[in-house]
């Protein structure tokens, strides 16, 4: 039946909605208690010839059913559907998309593991395709292919697929009341066979139209008195009830190495069927028996090591005693008893998700170590009333062995049983600190609810930090959340954004010395083994042509996880105004060491960006930055340039000596100042330049006059200045020997002000002598890009503010100042490009691991009701007489109508974008046919769609038309 489980299967994940509970915690307070769930009325008694087929002569309505908390209502816009097609999808599917997505939000499920995450599934069977079929019948969009995609169980698992972007096996289960069960079995045989590295097993049961009772007929299963009570003395049938859930496995080595909290352990399951037997509807014990010891067989386990069993127990008498018979001839014989619980007492049977409702209650009760009392138990019949190990649930009893066992008896003959084990218990480690907490949400009220919840979250800020940081996001409104260590439990809301529809290129600028000093980066280096790596080869290229000790350089400032104090948090500002340490070397031991430290930590950022899935779209570097700009798009190898930037230091070290000053203010402003031999070594931004010369004291006195703000940032060196005419001639001659090839990535140049158009030897003596054009820069690469990321210390941000005020600009590092954790920087940062759309990859070292909270905080959803039963919600709003967009043509006017019909919508603007608004290829197909029938004119689709917005759209379609009439 089930070949033996070669690694047992972690549960990481798990979401639910069952009646009287929306969570596992509201399961297993429901449980504890023993209470029944079932609502039960007397004033809904439907009319008997309302039935289609009738109702018997002899049967009577019991108002008693289980249902769920309103399971109408859903949240359309998170899945980026319309209100329309929500109308359109049965609330089955509705109710498991949201508990899958939940299960793997709270499982924090990267965005990587997609393309190998399954989805077995299944749903019950429901009236509520001949519903929508009734209530929208002539409405605009609807036909018989979208009402099937809408409620068609074949459908299930593939559009849960399609709207999460899950890309493994899609696989739909259908096998009646055994489905949940059946569904995990099949996702863990895939885990298995290494189909996936993560699966989802989910089931729906939802009858449509909503059920308040049934019609019991003598002798049926069904309850006689409403009330379900499984192995009971005083059983007579059971009570139907709505249910769905879903659970999130992985491997347990994946999940342990990843740091997921493991709520059980899946040791082996086995489904089987009952075959020939007198009728359909019977139940034979001994293929019952058999499918049990295989999964036994499958756990590599015994009986005697099961402490627990969570049967099937429907209520039925026949039923109950042929399953009670073949838990005695499995367990009967056990040396220690054998709790047999079932939750149908509390819920009623969920049908196709009873096996999903008993797997969760079984997680439940084996990860808090007791089974609690079974409701509506009291004794058993006098036949079942056996010399057994099987111990009915009257007082909640500890699970001793850590080892359960989970059955469902699918009407037919389906038959399954999984065996499961308690959790691993990880040792007890604090959590890792973060800096940054991500939240995302599909809009404004969402994100801020969600914001709420993680600052009233405490002590729990981190392992929730962790996995935000390591799950998937699809939405677009997007906030990043500094913690802060100083401030306790606050969490202080960073910054939002509505991230584009594709991640927005990422430009990045290598700045020159400066900002650079002794200990940058160093608690990130001691972070990151990727980062100490980089270092540590471009030292070894360093020490390999005469510069030893760059490590030396930088040490260790502080432990990883110690936060800075309140007071290291601030800015130095003796620092910030230029009295802190002597600017002339920045505490460096020489320009050769000091130039290849900075080059060594930009090039450091680079490949740990790249380990996070962040690649530069093209590059800008000021003075030393260039050389690094040109090793990262490829022009030149590491090792030649280590030996470039070495050389050129060297050269500048034997120049004459001069003074380099740092002025704020722009260089047209500045150039009337000028004593002869200053020279203006750099036009960073309109308000900003760099002055270089022999002596500078009395420019620096003038400047002091005026109330211009300025800071010496060398007084040896006079960079970029004709002082170094003999240096870039020796520079030149060197740079000859190198061989540059074509740039891989744009790179804009700060000697021209364009785009780099070829490296030789002149360009380099005139990189060396020249002004730096890095204003000019940037309103090049701002001409093409919009997000630009300033690699290792530096002021490029605020050059950039002015120079290109339309670049989004993002830090990599902390300036020298700071009291802030290098580490705490680069989150943001990566924070930051997230917000900008991209999905990075956070470092997380191998002693390091998350360890994330196991009732992580689920999304929050704004839910209203779909129902075409109620007139006001069955058909979509028709055009209003009033136009819902003001455009300045018929055509767009009469788009827009079409939209909010085809959509749901009662307004849509200009700019909104038709799949943003939840259009798809078949409501596209139907806007095309609209088009066509409003214009009298075959207008093809790639016109159509030529853009997605009405205002786009209409211009396509106006002039297809045009020159269709010419």
Not at 95 to 108: G, N, Q, R, T, Y
Not at 175 to 192: I, K, M, P, Q
Not at 748 to 762: L, N
Not at 775 to 790: F, I, M, S
Request: glycine letters at 10%; a negative charge.
């Amino acid at each position: 039946m089930s070949a033996a489980f070669d690694q047992p299967i972690a549960v990481v994940g798990a979401a639910l909605r069952l009646p009287g509970a929306r969570n596992l915690g509201e399961y297993w307070d429901l449980l504890t208690g023993a209470r029944d769930t079932v609502t039960r009325r007397t004033d809904a008694v439907p009319d008997p010839a309302a039935s289609s087929l009738g109702v018997p002569p002899d049967a009577r309505f019991v108002g008693a059913y289980g249902g769920i908390d309103d399971p109408m209502a859903f949240d359309p816009a998170r899945f980026g559907m319309s209100a329309a097609e929500a109308l359109q999808t049965d609330p089955q599917q509705r109710v498991l998309l949201e508990l899958v997505d939940e299960a793997l939000h709270v499982a924090s499920v990267p965005a990587a593991a997609h393309a190998r995450t399954g989805v077995f599934a299944g749903a019950g069977l429901n009236s509520y395709a001949d519903s929508v079929r009734t209530a929208l019948r002539g409405a605009i969009g609807v036909d018989d292919f979208a009402v099937e995609l809408g409620t068609a169980r074949d459908y299930l698992a593939g559009k849960i697929a399609y709207r999460l972007n899950l890309r493994g096996p899609v696989v739909n289960v259908l096998a009646a009341c055994s489905t949940g069960l059946v569904a995990v079995h099949l996702a863990s045989r895939a885990l298995l066979d290494d189909e996936v590295d993560v699966a989802v097993a989910g089931v729906s049961a939802i009858r449509y139209p909503l059920w308040t009772g049934y019609w019991a007929v003598p002798g049926s299963i069904a309850s006689a008195d409403g009330v379900c009570r499984p192995f009971d003395v005083r059983a007579t049938g059971t009570v139907p009830a709505d249910g769905a859930g879903a659970v999130v496995l992985k491997r347990l080595a994946d999940a342990v190495s990843d740091g997921d909290d493991v709520l059980a352990v899946v040791r082996g399951s086995a489904v089987g069927n009952d075959g020939r037997k007198p009728g359909f509807g019977h139940v034979r014990a001994d293929a019952q028996e058999d499918v049990i010891r295989a999964a036994l067989r499958a756990a590599g386990v015994e009986p005697g090591d099961v402490s627990y069993v969570e049967a099937h127990g429907t209520g039925t008498r026949l039923g109950d005693a042929v399953e009670w018979s073949t838990l005695h001839r499995v367990f009967g014989a056990n040396a220690g008893s054998v709790a047999v619980g079932t939750s149908k007492g509390s819920l009623g049977h969920t049908r196709e998700a009873a096996g999903m409702a008993g797997l969760l209650k079984a997680i439940l009760c084996l990860s808090n170590g007791v089974v609690p009392p079974s409701a509506n138990f009291g004794a058993l019949p006098h036949d079942l009333r056996l010399e057994s190990a099987l111990l009915p649930v009257t007082d909640p009893i500890a699970v001793e062995r850590g080892l359960g066992g989970v059955s469902a008896f699918g009407l037919g003959g389906t038959n399954c049983h999984v065996v499961l084990e308690r959790a691993p218990r990880p040792a007890a480690r604090p959590a890792a600190r973060r800096s940054v907490a991500l939240v995302s949400s599909h809009s404004v009220a969402g994100l801020d609810e969600e914001t709420r919840l993680l600052r009233d979250a405490g002590a729990a800020q981190d392992d929730l930090a962790a996995g935000s940081q390591v799950r998937a996001h699809h939405h677009q409104f997007r906030r990043f959340v500094e913690l802060s260590a100083d401030l306790g439990p606050k969490a202080l809301a960073r910054r939002t954004r509505k991230a584009p529809r594709r991640a927005t290129a990422a430009a990045f600028a290598f700045p020159g010395v400066g900002s650079d000093h002794i200990g940058m980066v160093a608690d990130l280096a001691a972070a990151s083994e990727l980062f100490r790596a980089s270092l540590r080869d471009t030292a070894e290229l360093a020490r390999a042509v005469g510069v030893p000790g760059l490590f030396a350089e930088l040490p260790a400032e502080s432990p990883v996880d110690s936060p800075p104090t309140r007071a290291g948090a601030l800015v130095n500002l003796r620092m910030v105004l230029g009295r802190g340490a002597p600017p002339q070397s920045c505490g460096f031991t020489s320009l050769p060491v000091r130039h290849l430290s900075l080059f060594a930590v930009q090039l450091a950022f680079v490949d740990l960006l790249a380990s996070a899935g962040v690649r530069p779209a093209a590059v800008v570097g000021h003075s030393l930055g260039e050389w690094t700009a040109a090793t990262v798009v490829g022009a030149i190898s590491r090792a030649d340039a280590v030996r470039m930037v070495a050389r050129r230091a060297e050269l500048i070290q034997s120049a004459p000596q001069g003074m380099t000053v740092s002025v704020a203010a722009g260089a047209e402003e500045i150039r009337p100042l000028l004593d002869d031999g200053l020279e203006i070594a750099a036009e960073n931004s309109p308000v900003a330049c760099v002055v270089s010369g022999i002596d500078a004291t009395a420019f620096e006195e003038r400047l002091r006059a005026r109330g211009v703000v300025h800071r010496r940032l060398d007084d040896r060196f006079a960079f970029h200045n004709r002082l170094l005419a003999e240096a870039a001639d020796t520079l030149a001659g060197l740079v000859e020997e190198v061989e540059f090839t074509e740039p891989a990535i744009p790179m804009a140049s700060a000697v021209t002000g364009e785009w780099v158009k070829q490296f030789d030897a002149a360009y380099w003596r005139a990189q060396l002598i020249g002004t730096v054009r890095f204003k000019d820069a940037l309103a090049t690469l701002a001409r093409d890009h919009g997000l630009l990321v300033e690699i290792g210390p530096g002021n490029v941000r605020p050059w950039a503010t002015h120079a290109a005020p339309d670049l989004d600009t993002v830090r990599t590092a902390k300036s020298s100042f700071e009291g802030a954790r290098d580490r705490d920087v680069y989150e943001q940062a990566l924070a930051e490009l997230w917000l900008h759309g991209h999905e990075p990859v956070w470092p997380v070292p191998a002693a390091d691991r998350p360890h994330r909270a196991p009732r992580a905080l689920p999304p929050v959803l704004t839910r209203r009701g779909f129902d075409p039963g109620r007139e006001h919600e069955a058909v979509p709003a028709a055009p209003a007489a009033e136009f819902p967009l003001r455009a300045a043509s018929e055509l767009s006017q009469r788009l827009a109508e079409l939209w909010c019909a085809l959509l749901g919508l009662d307004h849509v603007d200009e700019d909104d974008h038709f799949f943003d608004l939840g259009g798809d290829s078949l409501l596209g197909r139907h806007l095309i046919a609209l088009v066509r029938q409003h214009t009298g004119r075959e207008v093809p689709g790639e016109v159509v769609f030529a853009s997605g917005t009405v205002r786009g759209m209409a211009d396509s379609i106006q002039r297809h038309l045009s020159e269709g009439t010419r």
